[in-house]
């Protein structure tokens, strides 16, 4: 049974840069028919998809955070990642990593989720 | 971008109660649409996409329906175990947006 597990400090300070690790176990993120996504959920509010990916390094990313993110692909470790940059309290979350299926687009399997805290 | 409603944003019913959910898009996305359900604490779980399909494992109670820009969730008997935050989201393009989401809970 796939199983995605997120990790990466809970902890960011103002201005720098989170950076989260999904690792993959279960199934290979090379795998032709999916894509790899972040999403993020403010404390006490809704669901906003951060961006996607494809095993072949091609990325789709929310035009509201394009210019602070980069997602990545180790598929030697079956893992990717994201990066945010220039970070402020608006970026406090909980961080999502999720498996979607590539015809349908739809999330189908989800990490548990990590909380990321930007505070001095 | 497209834009994702939802109505009601909240809702009390009782257990074995049947109710709806509305969700609209701003733009005709076919039934690239799906929904999630989300529990405190715990990550969304799939459980309708492509608008009417059932996610394996998910009980037959819930059902998904519309095309265009109106589509609906149902709970035919409302159980303990739903009472929980329900997400639709559109895979259309990119960026796939939520809705703001529904809260169900118990009256």
């Known amino acids: 049974q796939l199983q995605l597990q997120e990790s990466g400090p809970g902890l960011v300070k103002p201005s720098e840069t989170l950076s989260l690790t999904c690792t993959v176990s279960g199934g290979s993120i090379s795998s032709s028919d999916h894509y790899w996504d972040w999403i993020r959920q403010p404390p006490g509010k809704g669901l906003e998809w951060i961006g996607s990916?494809?095993?072949?390094?091609?990325?789709y990313y929310n035009p509201s955070l394009t210019s602070r993110v980069t997602m990545s692909v180790d598929t030697s470790k079956n893992q990717f990642s994201l990066k945010l940059s220039s970070v402020t309290a608006a970026d406090t979350a909980v961080y999502y990593c999720?498996?979607?299926?590539?015809?349908?687009?739809?999330?189908?399997?989800w990490g548990q989720g990590t909380l990321v805290t930007v505070s001095s | 971008d497209i834009q994702m409603t939802q109505s009601p944003s909240s809702l009390s019913a009782p257990v074995g109660d049947r109710i709806t959910i509305t969700c609209r898009a701003s733009q005709n996305i076919g039934t690239y649409l799906n929904w999630y359900q989300q529990k405190p604490g715990k990550a969304p779980k799939l459980l309708i996409y492509?608008?009417?399909s059932l996610q394996s494992g998910v009980p037959s109670r819930f059902s998904g329906s519309g095309s265009g820009t109106d589509f609906t969730l149902t709970i035919s008997s409302l159980q303990p175990d739903d009472f929980a935050t329900y997400y639709c989201q559109q895979s259309f393009n990119h960026p796939f947006a939520f809705g703001p989401g529904t809260t169900v809970d118990f009256k």
């Open positions: 492509a608008a009417s």
């Open positions: 999720a498996r979607t299926y590539g015809s349908g687009s739809y999330l189908d399997s």
């Open positions: 990916m494809y095993y072949s390094g091609t990325t």
